[in-house]
């Protein structure tokens, strides 16, 4: 007899106020400071690739504040905006493309990204991830972002079995109810990133130790 499927949304709920003494993603924490536009949470999100949280939201913040508009980072030169993203990885890729992004962001939709998937991975650097995060988060439109730090959980759990994080987004698509793709981000990156631990999870503390399997896992705390 196959087993029952782990159940995400009754994992949701145990972890949300676990997770709530933690810092928020940091797109969720830009979004409470204002910086919620599509373009702003765009253009944090490929800060945050390979960047540590706090790490990103210090530039974010000093990105936006040197250049509060698409028109003010189309107006950068190009080693400004390497110059201000200095402290994350592939600062120079990344202000290539994040200017080519405010550039169309003016040309071609007057100054406001359109809250629509296909336009935001149209442009270089951005993948799923950062395109479902940003309508999740600017937008309000349900989306399922997966991080490394959602992907390492939810195959702990036997959730998900899939290769890929674009074949994890697609698994958790169909077992987890729309009304919570936002909140499998939202909660699941801090669970991963301060109880389901990479090394060493905090299994003896965890609020869903009774329901998973730890796949994977073969030291804990």
């Not at 189309?74 to 994350?88: D, F």
């Not at 629509?116 to 399922?144: H, M, R």
């Amino acid at each position: 007899m196959a087993a029952d499927p782990f159940p995400v949304v009754l994992a949701l709920e145990r972890i949300a106020p676990v997770v709530a003494a933690y810092p928020k993603p940091a797109m969720f924490q830009l979004a409470d400071e204002g910086f919620r536009s599509v373009f702003e949470q765009l253009v944090a999100c490929m800060i945050s690739i390979r960047t540590r949280e706090e790490v990103t939201l210090r530039l974010s913040r000093g990105l936006f504040a040197t250049a509060p508009t698409p028109a003010a980072v189309a107006a950068m030169p190009i080693e400004r905006l390497e110059t201000v993203l200095a402290q994350t990885t592939f600062p120079e890729r990344k202000a290539r493309q994040i200017h080519d992004i405010a550039v169309a962001t003016v040309e071609r939709f007057d100054g406001v990204l359109p809250c629509d998937g296909a336009t935001l991975q149209s442009f270089n650097g951005v993948g799923p991830k950062c395109a479902n995060l940003t309508l999740g988060v600017a937008c309000g439109i349900p989306a399922v972002s997966v991080d490394v730090h959602v992907d390492r959980v939810v195959h702990r759990w036997g959730a998900v079995a899939a290769t890929t994080p674009e074949q994890t987004t697609i698994a958790l698509e169909r077992i987890v109810p729309r009304e919570r793709w936002i909140d499998i981000n939202r909660l699941l990156m801090p669970f991963g990133r301060y109880v389901c631990t990479a090394a060493l999870p905090k299994c003896s503390t965890c609020p869903v130790n009774d329901l998973c399997p730890r796949i994977g896992v073969t030291r804990h705390r």
